[in-house]
T-cell receptor
């Protein structure tokens, strides 16, 4: 079956670093996406990984290991505006989303 | 550059009624996907339209149907509404053009339509 797992909630402090993990089991794999979703808003694209390794984009980085079915999103220098849900999504023949990780940032 | 637009933003219906939601894709995009997102959950894939045909479908009953027009805009229709259909309905547009960054078929979401079934 298709399954994407990520922690339900995480808490971190402003200015710190946080890593959000995602594991997946899918019948096929054609890339992994990370999206950010603020409460009451639509998801916005953060990153895309199709090959193993780290993709860095400003304060955000995403890592993929296809052999382990594992990805993480790394957020550095946390800001209060980073409080949101972070969705991991895998593209098989369609895009399958995890339930999201709600990240709380404390001042 | 206009992003993905959806209408209406909010909708209240009663059980058994029918609803039509609309979506206009981002400029340059030819593929439209529809998702249902219940509170506290991730988006669940309903179906995807490309070249005016349903290309893929998720695990949703036939009460959920759609259409894509020649200008790439799309509609989602839900018949015989149930209380459990209350959710945020998201439209996402994309394109398979591999020369476009950031990624093949990266999806850009509209603001969603919040449907409440009473």
């Amino acid at each position: 079956g298709q399954n994407i797992d990520q922690p339900t909630e995480m808490t971190a402090t402003e200015g710190a670093i946080v890593q959000i993990n995602c594991t997946y089991q899918t019948s096929g794999f054609n890339g992994l996406f990370w999206y950010q979703q603020h409460a009451g808003e639509a998801p916005t694209f953060l990153s895309y990984n199709v090959l193993d390794g780290l993709e860095e984009k400003g304060r955000f980085s995403s890592f993929l290991s296809r052999s382990k079915g594992y990805s993480y999103l790394l957020l550095k220098e946390l800001q209060m505006k980073d409080s949101a849900s972070y969705l991991c999504a895998v593209r098989d023949d369609k895009i399958i989303f995890g339930k999201g990780t709600r990240l709380h940032i404390l001042p | 550059d206009a992003g993905v637009t959806q209408s209406p933003t909010h909708l209240i219906k009663t059980r058994g009624q029918q609803v039509t939601l609309r979506c206009s894709p981002k400029s340059g995009h030819d593929t439209v996907s529809w998702y249902q997102q219940a509170l506290g959950q991730g988006p669940q894939f309903i179906f995807q339209y490309y070249e005016e045909e349903e290309r893929q479908r998720g695990n949703f009953p036939d009460r959920f149907s759609g259409h894509q027009f020649p200008n790439y805009s799309s509609e989602l229709n839900v018949n015989a509404l149930l209380l459990g259909d209350s959710a945020l309905y998201l439209c996402a547009s994309s394109t398979d053009r591999v020369d476009l960054y950031p990624a093949q078929e990266t999806q850009y979401f509209g603001p969603g339509t919040r449907l409440l079934v009473l």
